[in-house]
């Protein structure tokens, strides 16, 4: 094992391979083969994984007691039975995070394992939990003191003032703690009918943004550019519809199984994202494992964006894309093209990229400020 990530294991909990398989083992052509586990057997080597799995059971800040059934282990379960086909791919399995004798507690074991391994540069992904334990996902950068995008997906906004419980209000601390290290803010696939109008009226002020569901579920690639910018993703499985998980029992309405994965493989294709938070998902409310089975068809939809990702160019490497100089409303900007991948940058006033789509590259060809182009410029 890694010397830097000796003191984690303090914090973690092996997996049973022979549980998830049911002692019926995998098939070569299985991932269940191809991932490197903290079994029985010790702490694997996973100094060249692209992706690193962790698993949490706190629910205490959603008013639930922690309990043994483990959300994680029954995600493992369908990930591990889907087929192999990213070979340039390299996963590990760490375990789940022990429970902390407080909340709390379980934040800051939570905050120190993820902390070393984005330290070391991996891709991680938060298996269960409740939507709070976005806080803990939030202060591995907060406490690099790193300014961030941070993105969340979900049918509600948690920004309750009167609600006890952390999962109903967690963003309030996350977008207004001071000091602050959020420089921007995505809200994608909220519900109207469940969010306060005077809410929105705030973040917009805020200079945030916040994507209705109907609207992301109309121009979905629009996402991508959002959340290749995006640092940290936290989801609530109340964003996708119950036909496709069924433990949401918040609403009926929301993504369908394919919208969702395509926003992880956005996810997975960015550099940027370093951390991915998949919460509110128990399996005591899910039927015949589907929710299970969908969170797992979401992260190998995360691994395809990662081998996606692999092949774009460094924006410095410039024979990699093409470049399109133009002036609209009288400003002088210049769009990249990727000629790997095809997706697309603009040049901000202060010299700096940012992910943008052709829609953005449209508009400015017809002599219009992309609303995308505008949000950043009031957000300098």
């Known amino acids: 094992m890694s010397q830097s990530f000796a003191t984690i294991t303090d914090f973690l909990e092996p997996i049973s391979i022979a549980a998830l398989s049911n002692d019926e083992g995998y098939k070569e052509t299985q991932l269940g083969k191809h991932i490197a586990v903290f079994d029985e057997d010790g702490f694997p080597d996973i100094a060249h994984a692209d992706m690193v799995l962790v698993g949490t059971n706190e629910t205490r800040g959603a008013g639930i007691p922690a309990t043994k059934q483990s959300a994680a282990d029954a995600i493992r379960s369908a990930f591990y039975s889907l087929y192999h086909w990213h070979d340039t791919v390299q996963i590990a399995d760490i375990g789940n995070v022990k429970i902390g004798a407080t909340l709390q507690d379980s934040y800051a074991a939570l905050q120190s394992v993820v902390n070393d391994l984005v330290a070391a540069g991996k891709k991680v992904i938060i298996l269960g939990g409740s939507h709070d334990i976005s806080l803990a996902q939030y202060q591995v950068y907060a406490a690099n003191e790193q300014i961030i995008e941070a993105s969340c997906i979900d049918a509600k906004i948690d920004i309750d003032f ?16 001071d000091p602050n290290y959020i420089k921007h803010y995505n809200h994608i696939g909220f519900q109207s009918y469940m ?8 973040i917009d002020k805020l200079r945030f943004d916040c994507y209705r569901v109907g609207r992301v579920k109309e121009h979905l690639e629009d996402m991508e550019p959002v959340l290749r910018n995006s640092h940290m993703l936290t989801i609530d499985i109340a964003a996708i519809a119950h036909a496709f998980a069924p433990a949401n029992l918040l609403t009926p309405n929301g993504f369908n199984g394919e919208e969702i994965c395509t926003l992880m493989q956005y996810a997975g294709m960015s550099h940027l994202t370093s951390t991915i938070g ?3 998902y128990l399996t005591v409310n899910d039927e015949r494992h589907l929710t299970a089975v969908q969170i797992s068809h979401m992260l190998w939809y995360v691994m395809d964006g990662i081998h996606k990702g692999k092949f774009e160019a460094a924006l410095e490497d410039r024979d990699s894309f093409n470049e399109f100089y133009m002036a609209f409303a009288e400003t002088d900007t210049v769009f990249l093209q990727s000629k790997r991948t095809g997706r697309w940058w603009m040049q901000l006033p202060n010299e700096t990229w940012m992910a943008c789509s052709y829609k953005d590259y449209q508009i400015a060809c017809n002599n219009d400020i992309p609303e995308r182009w505008l949000r950043a410029i009031e957000r300098m």
């Open 278 to 280: 998949i919460y509110g």
């Open 162 to 177: 009167d609600a006890p419980l952390p999962a109903d209000h967690f963003l309030l601390p996350m977008l207004t703690g």
């Open 195 to 202: 969010v306060h109008p005077r809410m929105l009226e705030t």
